[in-house]
């Protein structure tokens, strides 16, 4: 029978990955038998409670509250207008109401009205994140309001409607179905 001859390179390559192995055994078994370090402390669910703030497009974790766009008007007046101007195009933050079909992909082009499938992810994102100096200052019916506000500016809603948790989500965004939902069963 003849023997094939490993070459040089051959058996460096082979010597690696064996000694590869070996490593990686090694450290896997001290990792199985090696005791946790430690650290911190489990996390009691009072404690999460107030992070757990999400809203889902069907309304559920909407907290109780209401809003109007005339009240919306005056905190848009007085808490948002540095960053969003008051007629709500700034070109430095998002523009918040107007705006015509996309035609391309770029920040500028997406409004509330054109773009935002769910009106309860604008509550939610106003809710998480302004304004942008004091995230999570505004109380749940400032945030009704300014959706309020927001969403009567897009006439998507009368200019005296009432937004809270059951009137919210019933208001259909224009774009809702142009986007591909990954998760259906959750929704």
Not at 69 to 82: D, F, W
Not at 95 to 109: F, H
Not at 114 to 136: E, G, H, K, L
Not at 157 to 172: C, G, S
Request: proline share 9%.
């Amino acid at each position: 029978m003849p023997t094939r001859k490993m070459s040089v390179r051959g058996k460096a390559v082979r010597r690696i990955s064996m000694t590869a192995i070996a490593t990686l055994l090694a450290l896997g078994c001290g990792v199985a038998s090696a005791e946790t370090p430690n650290l911190g402390v489990p996390i009691d669910p009072a404690d999460i409670a107030p992070w757990d703030i999400s809203i889902g497009p069907d309304g559920v974790g909407l907290p109780t509250g209401s809003g109007t766009p005339a009240e919306g008007a005056a905190i848009y007046a007085a808490k948002c207008t540095g960053c969003h101007a008051p007629d709500g195009t700034s070109p430095f933050a998002a523009r918040l109401w107007g705006g015509g079909e996309i035609t391309d992909i770029t920040a500028q082009m997406k409004t509330i009205k054109n773009f935002w499938p769910y009106s309860t992810t604008v509550f939610d994102f106003i809710r998480r994140a302004m304004p942008w100096t004091q995230p999570r200052s505004l109380t749940d019916n400032e945030v009704y309001a300014l959706t309020a506000f927001i969403l009567a500016k897009n006439n998507l809603i009368a200019e005296d409607a009432t937004m809270n948790a059951q009137t919210l989500p019933k208001v259909r965004m224009p774009n809702v179905d142009n986007f591909i939902t990954r998760f259906p069963d959750r929704i």
